[in-house]
Nanobody
Framework: QVQLVESGGGLVQAGGSLRLSCAAS????????MGWFRQAPGKERESVAG????????YYSDSVKGRFTISRDNDKNTVYLQMNSLKPEDTAVYYC???????????????????????WGQGTQVTVSS
């Protein structure tokens, strides 16, 4: 029902910035909590950031707090991840994800819901060089 397509990844030097976009097709975008996960080669997939249905609540992993900002535009069916002060350890494939919610819950649970993701994007590579 929902297709997620990420864009904006690429190669950037340490300290630089990138903005990832995730465009969703299908109806009911505002019924989904949205967010981002990432996975580096040989490592576990980890949560990065999440945002509640209406955008009023956000979640960030400790490793990206203060550097990344998640936002969404429900009129455009798009979620964004602004990544500043990038570090080599941010290198990973970044995946957009959606979780259907019947009610406007907060997003503090985002790091505990990987198994419950309803839709995944195909991923976009972010590479940060030293």
């Amino acid at each position: 029902q929902v297709q997620l397509v990420e864009s904006g990844g690429g190669l950037v030097q340490a300290g630089g910035s990138l903005r990832l976009s995730c465009a969703a097709s299908g109806r009911g975008f505002s019924n989904y909590a949205m967010g981002w996960f990432r996975q580096a080669p040989g490592k576990e997939r980890e949560s990065v950031a999440g945002i509640s249905r209406g955008g009023s609540s956000t979640y960030y992993s400790d490793s990206v707090k203060g550097r990344f900002t998640i936002s969404r535009d429900n009129d455009k069916n798009t979620v964004y991840l602004q990544m500043n002060s990038l570090k080599p350890e941010d290198t990973a494939v970044y995946y957009c994800a959606a979780v259907f919610l019947a009610a406007p819950y907060g997003i503090s649970w985002w790091d505990r819901r990987q198994k419950d993701i309803d839709y995944w994007g195909q991923g976009t590579q972010v590479t940060v060089s030293s």
